[in-house]
């Protein structure tokens, strides 16, 4: 199982970034997906989860209405489009799958809201 996040960066509150994670060595469709992320000296939170078709999905209280996540299955990638990026949002965030009872992870992607 291996997950790459790509699509972090430094972008100005109010801004909006798009993150990808593609996946590989596992099928896929078949297992849901989620986002995580780790602000420094804090622990690491979910953010965003959905199920393996897509149908069903789930954010933290601090992300909602503003945060989307998707999935294309064809293309092993699931998205997490960040809107209205707040200071507070700044974190490490990580792909995140169970497989066989096991947890996981991505290498991160680091994102940075300030002015």
């Known amino acids: 199982v291996q997950l790459v996040e790509s699509g972090g960066g430094l972008v100005q509150p109010g801004g909006s970034l798009r993150l990808s994670c593609t996946a590989s060595?596992?099928?896929?469709?078949?297992?849901?997906m989620s986002w995580y992320r780790q602000a420094p000296g804090k622990e690491r939170e979910l953010v965003a989860g959905?199920?393996?078709?897509?149908?069903?999905?789930n954010y933290a209280d601090s992300v909602k209405g503003r945060f989307t996540i998707s999935r294309d299955n064809a293309k092993n990638t699931v998205y997490l489009q960040m809107n209205s990026l707040k200071p507070e949002d700044t974190a490490v965030y990580y792909c995140?799958?169970?497989?066989?009872?096991?947890?996981?992870w991505g290498q991160g992607t680091q994102v940075t809201v300030s002015s």
């Open positions: 995140n799958t169970w497989y066989y009872g096991r947890a996981y």
């Open positions: 060595g596992f099928t896929f469709s078949a297992y849901d």
């Open positions: 959905i199920s393996s078709a897509g149908g069903h999905t």
